[in-house]
Every structure is written in structure tokens, then in C-alpha cells.
């Protein structure tokens, strides 16, 4: 066995030696005069090596307990070098690594604006945890980043950015690089977010006053456009402010919007079939912002080359005299999805109009091949009793053959 008097006797020679310590490790002095501790063993039948640093760095105590650790993992039937790679890959293997992954893998499935906000949440926490390895990170520490954002009174987004890490770390789990999701130890551990339904006019008469007010708007007339078509048409807002002049064909004998999978929410294309009173608003929009090659039916102010903001909207209602209680532009959904099942309609032709996500692939296919016929009458039906409740008079009830069918 070696004693640290031979160990500092040890001069460099033209080549390297060994001076033997027990249990298969060794001190190699090398020309350069660097010294440094291996361990020889065997492992699956194969001979195999592994350092323990450089001395004195590494003292000859140290090198044998390391020796020691090396030889209980193979007791227990794990490599030490292997095991070393493994440490040295996790170390790499950082929070923003993965979460930047994820987003890649995001691209194909949700919209743009969906995952400029996940980016936008992962901004939040990534500069204090984003440089650490995905498995070292505690639930306490990601809590105390969460509670920094809980402290500007944005409930929801502290929540919202935990969901977001959940799905983070269950990619790292699935993809064997973190052994499990700590946001699960984090469950109430953030104030409870108060779930409101998007205010929304539902009641024929106030409905019929909405629209009135909406017709007498005074204002840009790009925004007045869109006030006029959020309740014909009754899609996201954020997929109404985007629209784009190349996806309409204004003179087909059956108009209809083509909204790319891109800008949808469930990242699959959707037709909006067109009302005659739909189709005249967008004829009289086009001379304003569709002329020269224009892109977007509804411009900014600010530069033709961006839609609208997602705000106009909703102040365009603030403007009229609604509050954000009584009014918001998603609220043009409910309204249409409640009287239109209140008139009959078929559930799966209103539910298949306002995009939403069908879970069955096989119906689903179906009913994009075989149920636009059914949504084209529908939303001609619909503008025709918008404009009765506009006009304010008795509504008489929507009644159509295609509304009663399952």
C-alpha cells in the first residue's frame, strides 16, 4: 500500500508508470509530472478504468474512499463509469434545455398566440431556474418563483406558468431525464384562481340592442367591421383580428373562410361558411384595407403590416357602453352557441362551427366531410335572426329542417 512520503517522493520519468495502491488502484505519474489516481476493475466480463482526480487535489484518503464508493456500486451491480456519465449528462440536461424542447415539439399543435404566451410564462421563471439541471431543481425553489409572480396580484399566471412546467417535466420523464414531475408536491400550495365565464349577452332583446348600438358605432372603420362580424361569424377573437384578405373568395357562388390550421387554436384548419349579410360587410371593408396588396382585413393603426390588437375589441365594447361584466368579444361565442341551441340546431353543427375540439379522429372526420351544408344553412339562419332581433321587433323562432336533426 502506498504512504504519502512515496507518493511525494514520485519523480516524472520519460514515460508514464504506475505506483500500485490495493484493490486494483493506482497513482500514474505522468512526464508532465501531473499525478493521477485510477481504479482498474472488471465489469460484465470486461476490463474498464475510471479516475478519482489529481493529486494532491485529491488526497490518498479521499482517493481510497472514493475507491470504496466505486467498489459498493459494483457490489451492487452498477458500472462506476457509466454511473459518471450518467451524473455528468443530467448536470447538462438544464430546465431551459427542456422546456425550449417542448416548445419546439409545441409548434405543430398549438396556435401562434398559445405558444408566444408559454414562451412568455417560461420568461418568468428561466432566469432564476432556467440554468439548473432539470433534477436537482426542488419544489421549493420552483414554488418561491411562482409565489414572485403571485406577488403582483396575477393569480392566474402563477398557475398557468405551473401548468406549463408540469408539462415541461412530464416530457423529461417521458424522455428518461428527470425521474418525476415535483409540481405534483406544489398541488394548493398557490392561491386558488376564481373561475368567471366570459361575459356574454344572451338574451334576445338585450342582444337585439347590442347590435343596434354596434351599428351606430363611431370609429375606425376597420374596427367597426369587425364589431358588425364577431356576432355573424362568432370565432375566437384572436383568429377574427388576424384575418387575412387571401383567405376569402368573396365571389364563389358559396362564400366561405378558409382560417389555416396555423392560427387555430386546435391547429386544424377551419371553414366559416359566409352569410349574405357577412358577405356584404366584407365587400364594403375591401376597398378600405384590401386594395394594393394588403394583408390583413383588419390592419393596426400603428403599421399595415400587423393585425389589429387584441384589445380593439374589447374596448370597441367599452366604447359602446358595455363593461367587461356585460360584454367581452369572446362573449360573441356563447351568445351564438346558447340561442342557437335554444332554436334547435343540432349540437355537433353549432359545436363543430365554434372549432371546438372533437376527440373522436373518426368523427371528426366525418363531420368536416359531411356537415358543411348544414353549417352553411345554419349561419345564413343565424344573420337572418340577428337582423330580426336588430330590428326589434317579435323574433320569430329559427326554425329549419336541419335544426332538429340529431
Do not use: C
Not at 367587461?324 to 363543430?352: C, K, W, Y
Amino acid at each position: 500500500m502506498l504512504t504519502e512520503s512515496q507518493i511525494k517522493a514520485a519523480k516524472p520519468t520519460e514515460k508514464p508508470y504506475k505506483l500500485f495502491d490495493s484493490g486494483g488502484m493506482y497513482l500514474l505519474v505522468n512526464p508532465d509530472g501531473s499525478r493521477w489516481w485510477r481504479l482498474k476493475y472488471r465489469f460484465a466480463g470486461k476490463e474498464r478504468g475510471i479516475s478519482f482526480g489529481v493529486y494532491p487535489t485529491v488526497g490518498l484518503k479521499r482517493a481510497r474512499e472514493k475507491r470504496e464508493e466505486a467498489k459498493q456500486l459494483l457490489s451492487d451491480g452498477v458500472d462506476p463509469s457509466a454511473r459518471r456519465q450518467t451524473a455528468k449528462v443530467s448536470q447538462a440536461v438544464t430546465l431551459e434545455l427542456i422546456a425550449r424542447e417542448w416548445l419546439v415539439l409545441q409548434e405543430k399543435k398549438l396556435a401562434a398566440v398559445t405558444l408566444d404566451k408559454a414562451r412568455w410564462m417560461f420568461g418568468l421563471i428561466l432566469p432564476k431556474l432556467g440554468s439548473k439541471p432539470i433534477g436537482t431543481i426542488t419544489p421549493p425553489e420552483l414554488l418561491a418563483e411562482l409565489r414572485k409572480i403571485e406577488a403582483n396580484g396575477t393569480h392566474e399566471t402563477a398557475t398557468r406558468t405551473k401548468q406549463r412546467v408540469s408539462q415541461v417535466y412530464r416530457y423529461a420523464v417521458a424522455t428518461g431525464r428527470a425521474e418525476r414531475d415535483i409540481t405534483v408536491d406544489l398541488r394548493g400550495a398557490l392561491a386558488p384562481v376564481a373561475t368567471e365565464n366570459r361575459a356574454a349577452l344572451t338574451e334576445p332583446a338585450k342582444v337585439g340592442a347590442l347590435l343596434r348600438a354596434i351599428d351606430g358605432y363611431v370609429g375606425q372603420p376597420a374596427t367597426h367591421a369587425a364589431l358588425k362580424l364577431a356576432p355573424l361569424l362568432f370565432v375566437r377573437p384572436g383568429e377574427l383580428r388576424a384575418a387575412e384578405w387571401t383567405e376569402f373568395d368573396l365571389e364563389a357562388d358559396e362564400p366561405v373562410w378558409r382560417i389555416p390550421g396555423e392560427r387555430m387554436k386546435m391547429r386544424e384548419p377551419h371553414l366559416v361558411p359566409l352569410s349574405t349579410q357577412a358577405v356584404a360587410i366584407l365587400k364594403a371593408l375591401q376597398p378600405l384595407t384590401g386594395g394594393n396588396g394588403r394583408r390583413y382585413l383588419f390592419p393596426s393603426l400603428r403599421t399595415r403590416d400587423r393585425p389589429m390588437s387584441e384589445n380593439t375589441l374589447n374596448a370597441g365594447l367599452r366604447r359602446l357602453g358595455y363593461t367587461g361584466d356585460e360584454m367581452t368579444a369572446h362573449g360573441f361565442r356563447a351568445m351564438a352557441s346558447t340561442l342557437l341551441n335554444e332554436q334547435g340546431f343540432a349540437p355537433d353543427v353549432i359545436e363543430l362551427q365554434l372549432a371546438h375540439a372533437e376527440r373522436n379522429k373518426v368523427r371528426a372526420a366525418y363531420n368536416r366531410a359531411q356537415r358543411l351544408e348544414e353549417r352553411r344553412q345554419m349561419m345564413q339562419a343565424w344573420a337572418d335572426y340577428l337582423d330580426g332581433l336588430k330590428a326589434g321587433g317579435d323574433v320569430v323562432p329559427i326554425r329549419r329542417k336541419s335544426a332538429r336533426k340529431a
